[in-house]
Structures are given as structure tokens and as C-alpha cells.
Nanobody, 120 residues
Framework: VQLVESGGGLVQPGGSLRLSCAAS????????MNWYRQAPGKQREWVAR???????NYAESVTGRFTISGDSAKNTVYLQMNSLKPEDTAAYYC???????????????WGQGTLVTVSS
């Protein structure tokens, strides 16, 4: 299973970006997908989650500003980020809880990350 993120870049404070994460490979079922981020010198932190049923959860720091959504037909998850702040600057990673086939247990797979820089 491969995950590829895209959509990062440089944006001014108050601006918006939309990240995408596409999963491919041997996929029987995706149980959930998450976004994490890691700022320079800090530990990786969880940002948002969407389940296969479409239920969503957010870290308190992004609630009301970020929206996670998914397209199950494309095995893709999105993170719409609005009202961006300098403290949102980080490498953003997606992961997926995937069952590759009906007889194999789920595994957790990570993308390589996409960099978001919020600066004037």
C-alpha cells in the first residue's frame, strides 16, 4: 500500500490550503485515514481522522479551521485548512488503517509527507 500526499506549499497567515492523500496498491478495505503533522523540533502530532463510515474527529488546535473529507471511490482523503496560522507550519503526513485482503490483518501505512509553511 502506498500513500502519496500533495498540496503543500507556502501560504500567508489567514490563508487556505487543501492537502490530498491518495492510497493505492493492495487495498481490500480502508478502515480509517488520519492526518498528522510534525513541526521542526517537535514530536509528530495527530490532526484529524475520518472513518470508513465518514465520522470525523479533530485535534483541538485545528477544530473549526480544518476539515477532513474522503472520496472512497478514489481511496483519497483531503484536508481543507483555512485560517492558517504560523504555528500550523509543519510537514503533514497521512496514514491509513488498511486491510490489504480479506484474510490479512489490518496494517498502518504512512505517506512521505508534504510541507506546509505559513509565513508572511
Amino acid at each position: 500500500v502506498q500513500l502519496v500526499e500533495s498540496g503543500g506549499g507556502l501560504v500567508q497567515p489567514g490563508g487556505s490550503l487543501r492537502l490530498s492523500c491518495a492510497a493505492s496498491g493492495s487495498i481490500f478495505r480502508i478502515n480509517a485515514m488520519n492526518w498528522y503533522r510534525q513541526a521542526p523540533g517537535k514530536q509528530r502530532e495527530w490532526v484529524a481522522r475520518i472513518s470508513s463510515a465518514g465520522n470525523t474527529n479533530y485535534a483541538e488546535s485545528v477544530t473549526g479551521r480544518f476539515t477532513i473529507s474522503g472520496d472512497s471511490a478514489k481511496n483519497t482523503v483531503y484536508l481543507q485548512m483555512n485560517s492558517l496560522k504560523p504555528e500550523d507550519t509543519a510537514a503533514y503526513y497521512c496514514n491509513a488503517v488498511v486491510q490489504p485482503n480479506p484474510v490479512v490483518q489490518v496494517g498502518i501505512f504512512w505517506g512521505q509527507g508534504t510541507l506546509v509553511t505559513v509565513s508572511s
